[in-house]
C-alpha cells in the first residue's frame, strides 16, 4: 500500500495483515476510515532478478464443516444436503447475501462485472440499517469461487461503496503473475497424523525465529552484511533440515 499521509510509510511501504478495509473504507458511516482515500496498492517493486509478491492462498488446510457422531443419521443427511445446496447459485445467495430483490437482484441493462471480461450475474443491495437477520454471511462462505466474485455487479468508480470489491480485484491483478514459481503448496497437503505434533513444533519455532531476525535486519538492529551468516546458523539449529524434509515427504504423497 501505498501512503500520502505519512512520508515513512511511503518511503518503506506497508503490507496489509488485516483486512484491507480498515484502509479503505471510504463508507460505512461510523466505521470510515478518514484517510482511505489516500492509500492505493502498487505493483511488487523490481529486484535485481524480479518483481516478487507473496502469495496467500485464499484457503488453509482443516475443516469448516465436521458431523461428529453425536449427529444422527438423519441429521447428517439434512446437514450435507443443505451444504449441497450452499453450492448452488441460489444458495450461495441466499445464504451470504439474503433475499433477493431484498438484499441483492438481478443486473439492469448497462450495469457491469467486477471483471468487465464476464457476464454480470447479481447487483448486492446497500441498506443503510445493517441490523437485519436475513442471512448467515460469512457463516455460509462454503463456496465463494472466482467466478461468483467476478460476476458481482460494481462502479467503475473504485472509491465507492458500490466500486469496493472493484478496487480489491484491480490491487490483486497487479501481483497476479508475480507469485514464485516453486510456491508449497501448503493449502492442499496434509500432514502425517504420526509427526503432526513434531512438525508443528517445528514450524511455530522455525516461523518465530524468521519474524524476529526480519524486524532485526529491517530496523537495523542487525546487518545483512554482518550477522547473515549467523542467521542462517541459528535457523539451522532449529532442526530445519527435518521440517523440510517432513514436508517434502508429504508433498511427494500428495502427488501420488
Same mark, same amino acid.
Given at each position: 500500500m501505498r501512503s500520502a499521509i505519512t512520508p515513512m510509510a511511503e518511503l518503506l511501504g506497508a503490507g496489509a495483515?488485516?483486512?484491507p478495509n480498515i484502509f479503505v473504507n471510504c463508507f460505512g458511516g461510523?466505521?470510515?476510515?478518514p484517510y482511505c482515500y489516500n492509500y492505493d496498492a502498487i505493483p511488487p517493486l523490481q529486484g535485481p532478478n524480479a518483481?516478487?509478491?507473496t502469495y496467500i492462498p485464499n484457503m488453509v488446510p482443516g475443516a469448516d464443516f465436521v458431523l461428529t457422531n453425536k449427529a444422527s443419521k438423519d441429521a447428517q443427511i439434512a446437514a450435507i444436503k443443505m451444504v449441497d445446496w450452499m453450492f448452488t447459485f441460489e444458495g450461495h445467495m441466499a445464504g451470504i447475501f439474503g433475499v433477493k430483490d431484498v438484499d441483492w437482484r438481478d443486473p439492469q441493462s448497462?450495469?457491469?462485472?467486477?471483471?468487465?471480461?464476464?457476464?454480470?450475474?447479481?447487483?448486492?443491495i446497500q441498506h443503510a440499517d445493517t441490523s437485519g437477520n436475513t442471512s448467515w454471511?460469512?457463516?455460509?462462505?462454503?463456496?465463494?469461487? +472466482?467466478?461468483?466474485?467476478?460476476?458481482?455487479?460494481?462502479?467503475?468508480?473504485?472509491?465507492?461503496?458500490?466500486?469496493?470489491?472493484h478496487r480489491l480485484l484491480a490491487a490483486t491483478n497487479l501481483y497476479k503473475g508475480k507469485?514464485?514459481?516453486? +510456491?508449497?503448496?501448503?493449502?492442499?497437503?496434509?500432514?502425517?497424523p504420526t509427526v503432526a505434533d513434531e512438525q508443528t513444533l517445528l514450524k511455530q519455532n522455525i516461523t518465530d525465529y524468521v519474524n524476529s531476525n526480519a524486524l532485526a535486519f529491517v530496523t537495523g538492529s542487525k546487518s545483512l552484511d554482518k550477522d547473515w551468516?549467523?542467521?542462517?546458523?541459528? +535457523?539451522?539449529?532449529?532442526?530445519?533440515a527435518r521440517y523440510l524434509a517432513l514436508n517434502q515427504k508429504e508433498y511427494d504423497a500428495s502427488k501420488k
Open positions: 495483515g488485516m483486512h461510523a466505521a470510515k476510515t518483481a516478487f509478491a448497462g450495469e457491469v462485472a467486477n471483471n468487465e471480461a464476464v457476464k454480470p450475474l447479481y447487483f448486492v454471511g460469512p457463516g455460509a462462505q462454503y463456496f465463494d469461487d +472466482l467466478a461468483i466474485r467476478d460476476a458481482q455487479v460494481q462502479s467503475a468508480d473504485i472509491y465507492t461503496e458500490q466500486g469496493y470489491e507469485e514464485s514459481p516453486n +510456491l508449497y503448496p501448503f493449502w492442499a497437503v496434509w500432514p502425517d551468516d549467523s542467521y542462517v546458523s541459528g +535457523l539451522n539449529d532449529l532442526n530445519l
